[in-house]
T-cell receptor, first 114, second 110 residues
C-alpha cells in the first residue's frame, strides 16, 4: 500500500518552455501533497505544500509564479515549471500524505533544461 | 528553528559488520521522527515512524530507536543491498512539513 507515482520520470526541454509533472497517489486519498527538489548529493528541499482544493503554500524563496502547483483531486497534484531555464534542472520529487503524519514519496522526475 | 543533523555523512562497512547511524534533532515538541531510505536516482522509501522517547521499531536488519534528543538506526549484519542513503526527518506538532537531515550514505562492501 501507499504507492505514489510520478510522470514523466525524465524530461528534457528547451529553455523558455514549460514542463508539467504529475504526481498520483495510487491506492489512497492524499489530503496533502508536497513538492521537493533535490540537487546531487544533497538532501530534499521542500518547495511547497498543497492541500486538496486549496492554494499551495510555498516555502520562502520559491517563486510561486514559476512553479505552479495544482491539487485538484485527492489523488492528483501537478507541478508546472514555467519558462524553464538551465538552473531549474534538478530532481523533483513529490510526496503524499493521508494522515498529515507519514509522507510517501514518488520515484522522482529528472528535469533537464537545455 | 527545527534542525536535524545526521552523522556520519558517509559510512563504509564490510558485509556482516553491524553499526549505527545517528540523527540528532532540535524541535519544539515532536510529532514524529521518520527514517527513509533513498537509492540513487529514486525517491525516498518510508522505513519507520517513531513518536515518543523509548520507542523502538524493527524491519529485517534495521532497528530504529528514539530518545528525547536523537534517534539511532541500527543495522545488524548488513548486506550489499542495504547500501543507500538513509534520511532522517522530524515533524513538529501542528506542522505538516518534514525537516530533513542531510543523510548518511551507507556503503556495504561484499
Amino acid at each position: 500500500g501507499a504507492v505514489v507515482s510520478q510522470h514523466p520520470s525524465r524530461v528534457i526541454c528547451k529553455s523558455g518552455t514549460s514542463v508539467k509533472i504529475e504526481c498520483r497517489s495510487l491506492d489512497f486519498q492524499a489530503t496533502t501533497m508536497f513538492w521537493y527538489r533535490q540537487f546531487p548529493k544533497q538532501s530534499l528541499m521542500l518547495m511547497a505544500t498543497s492541500n486538496e482544493g486549496s492554494k499551495a503554500t510555498y516555502e520562502q524563496g520559491v517563486e510561486k509564479d514559476k512553479f505552479l502547483i495544482n491539487h485538484a483531486s485527492l489523488t492528483l497534484s501537478t507541478l508546472t515549471v514555467t519558462s524553464a531555464h538551465p538552473e531549474d534542472s534538478s530532481f523533483y520529487i513529490c510526496s503524499a500524505s493521508a494522515s498529515r503524519v507519514e509522507q510517501y514519496f514518488g520515484p522522482g522526475t529528472r528535469l533537464t533544461v537545455t | 528553528e527545527d534542525q536535524v543533523t545526521q552523522s556520519p555523512e558517509a559510512l563504509r562497512l564490510q558485509e556482516g559488520e553491524s553499526s549505527s547511524l545517528n540523527c540528532s534533532y532540535t524541535v519544539s515538541g515532536l510529532r514524529g521522527l521518520f527514517w527513509y531510505r533513498q537509492d540513487p536516482g529514486k525517491g525516498p522509501e518510508f522505513l519507520f515512524t517513531l513518536y515518543s522517547a523509548g520507542e523502538e521499531k524493527e524491519k529485517e536488519r534495521l532497528k530504529a530507536t528514539l530518545t528525547k534528543k536523537e534517534s539511532f538506526l541500527h543495522i545488524t549484519a548488513p548486506k550489499p543491498e542495504d547500501s543507500a542513503t538513509y534520511l532522517c526527518a522530524v515533524q513538529a506538532p501542528g506542522a505538516q512539513k518534514l525537516v530533513f537531515g542531510q543523510g548518511t550514505r551507507l556503503t556495504i562492501n561484499p
